[in-house]
Nanobody
Framework: VQLQAFGGGLVQAGGSLRLSCAASASGFSSYTMGWFRQAPGKEREFVAAISWSNGRTDYSDSVKDRFTISRDSAKNTVYLQMNSLKPEDTAIYYC??????????????????WGRGTQVTVSS
C-alpha cells in the first residue's frame, strides 16, 4: 500500500485548502483512512479519520466543524477539506491507512501505512 498526500500550500488565516491522499493499491473497502499532522517542535496528532466501507468519520476537537474528511472510491482517494484555517493549523499533514481499526480508534491506534507529508502553512 502506497499513499501520496498532496494539496498543501500557503494560505491566509480564514482561508481554505483541500488535501488529497491517493492510494496506490485496490481493495480498500475494509480500510480506515486518516489524516494526522505534526507542527514544528510538537508531537504528531490525529486530525480526522473515515471508514472506507461505511463512511463513518471521527475528528479531533481542534478541527471539528472546520475540516471535513471524505473519500472517492472510484479514484481511491481521500480528501481533507480545511476551512476557516488558523495559524495553529500550520503543520505537515500526513495520510494514513489501516485495515483493522475504526475511525473512533484513530487517535490512539497503530496505523500500518503512512504517506509522505504535505506542508500546510497558514499566515496570520
Amino acid at each position: 500500500v502506497q499513499l501520496q498526500a498532496f494539496g498543501g500550500g500557503l494560505v491566509q488565516a480564514g482561508g481554505s485548502l483541500r488535501l488529497s491522499c491517493a492510494a496506490s493499491a485496490s481493495g480498500f473497502s475494509s480500510y480506515t483512512m486518516g489524516w494526522f499532522r505534526q507542527a514544528p517542535g510538537k508531537e504528531r496528532e490525529f486530525v480526522a479519520a473515515i471508514s472506507w466501507s461505511n463512511g463513518r468519520t471521527d475528528y479531533s476537537d481542534s478541527v471539528k466543524d472546520r475540516f471535513t474528511i471524505s473519500r472517492d472510491s472510484a479514484k481511491n482517494t481521500v480528501y481533507l477539506q480545511m476551512n476557516s484555517l488558523k495559524p495553529e493549523d500550520t503543520a505537515i499533514y500526513y495520510c494514513a491507512a489501516d485495515p483493522r481499526i475504526a475511525p473512533a480508534q484513530g487517535p490512539s491506534a497503530y496505523w500500518a501505512y503512512w504517506g509522505r507529508g504535505t506542508q500546510v502553512t497558514v499566515s496570520s
